[in-house]
């Protein structure tokens, strides 16, 4: 891998962005198309819209150079999981999954692929059952890294080099870090899967979801599922999404540091359990976020005592936004039990957006102080 020659802020400026040609935009524009003019016959043009788009070359050519290998773009997070399962998977094959992941994952397994052995692991125990040669032989092993909503993390190079052992595929959901704070795909990852529903494109304003993959054929296999199964994203989404990732280190660190201020003021307090924080000294992801990871994110766990808790820290605050998904620039709050995860009642995800961390840091106090009065 040669070093790339940038910091990140330039790197994300320059990514999928044409030469610049005079009077022409920077990032040109989406371009919509059903079909597309033909010469005398379909061989060597683009002929139909569920084949190609130039504005999804676009932005697969910027996943590129910041994933380190070639990108397919997804309708949505759980298409590009999706379209891995369906292009990797046969009849009998054995998938692993994270029980604490993703979990419409878990559902779209139990519910349209039925014909699959489906074996759950916790991501917690992922990386010493690999280190110790136990994880089931599986054809795919998808990894949660950090996972969602726990922030756990798994050695991306031990679990490959095991599971690439045993003949099979690795692919690791990379939302949570964003390929500016990971790089699977360097680690022997085989797919590197991301929604970039969330801090990809940042501004909770559409659904899209990306592969980038170690082998050109393989995203030649997925680029073929998308084509024959329909599976395709808008070109005003993907065009959005590349217009928003120009932004992509400037949000991540502003996230980052209202994380490390909101961890600051969380730390301690007597409302508060579990607190986790990869980058926080003493988590359990400490170590191996410090070694694998490039920096810091800014999604933060904790737990309060029950739901009634965390309804009460909602409407004592201003600036804290209940909502699912993270990534943006607004703060949220989202209590995954809600949803299904496996968590306690009082379990919450907190995403830091982009406010002035003394708002936010005045804001969460403010209003856990009277959670703790009240409960
Ligand atoms: C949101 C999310 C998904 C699904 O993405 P969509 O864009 O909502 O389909 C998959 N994995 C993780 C880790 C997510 O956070």
């Not at 891998?1 to 030469?19: I, S």
Request: with cysteine.
């Amino acid at each position: 891998m040669t070093p790339t020659p940038y910091g990140d802020g330039t790197r994300v400026l320059l990514a999928g962005q044409p030469a610049a040609v005079a009077g022409e935009p920077f990032l040109p524009g989406p371009v919509f198309a059903a079909p597309y003019h033909l010469g005398p016959d379909a061989t060597g043009t683009r002929y139909y819209a569920r084949n190609d788009n130039p504005t999804w070359s676009a932005y697969e050519a910027a996943l590129e150079a910041l994933e380190g290998g070639p990108a397919v773009v997804f309708p949505s997070g759980m298409a590009a999981v999706s379209a891995v399962l369906w292009s990797v998977l046969r009849p009998g094959d054995r998938v692993v999954v994270p029980s604490d992941g993703y979990y419409q994952v878990r559902s779209t397994l139990a519910a349209d692929l039925p014909w699959l052995e489906v074996t759950e692991v916790p991501t917690p125990e992922i990386t010493a059952l690999a280190r110790a040669g136990d994880l089931p032989p599986a054809a795919l092993v998808l990894l949660e890294s950090p996972s969602n909503p726990r922030l756990d993390v798994c050695d991306l190079a031990v679990v490959s080099a095991a599971v690439h052992a045993a003949g099979g595929l690795v692919a690791v959901d990379n939302t949570l870090a964003t390929p500016l704070a990971q790089r699977p795909l360097d680690f022997g990852v085989d797919f590197s899967v991301a929604s970039d529903t969330k801090a990809m494109s940042g501004h909770s304003d559409l659904l899209l979801g990306h592969v980038a993959c170690r082998e050109a054929t393989m995203a030649d296999r997925l680029r073929g599922f998308r084509t024959r199964s329909g599976v395709v994203p808008g070109p005003f989404e993907v065009w959005l999404a590349h217009r928003s990732l120009g932004t992509l280190d400037v949000r991540l660190r502003r996230q980052a540091d209202n994380a490390a201020a909101l961890v600051e003021r969380l730390r301690g307090h007597r409302a508060v359990s579990s607190l986790r924080y990869p980058w926080l000294a003493g988590d359990p992801s400490y170590d191996l976020a410090a070694r694998q990871m490039l920096r810091p994110v800014g999604v933060i766990s904790f737990e309060l005592a029950d739901a009634d808790a965390v309804a009460r820290l909602l409407a004592a605050s201003r600036l804290l936004a209940a909502a699912t998904s993270f990534g943006g620039l607004h703060t949220t709050v989202d209590r995954r039990a809600q949803f299904g995860d496996r968590v306690p009642p009082g379990f919450v995800r907190v995403s830091c957006g982009c406010e002035d961390a003394v708002d936010l840091v005045a804001d969460l106090g403010a209003a856990l102080d009277s959670v703790a009065v009240v409960g």
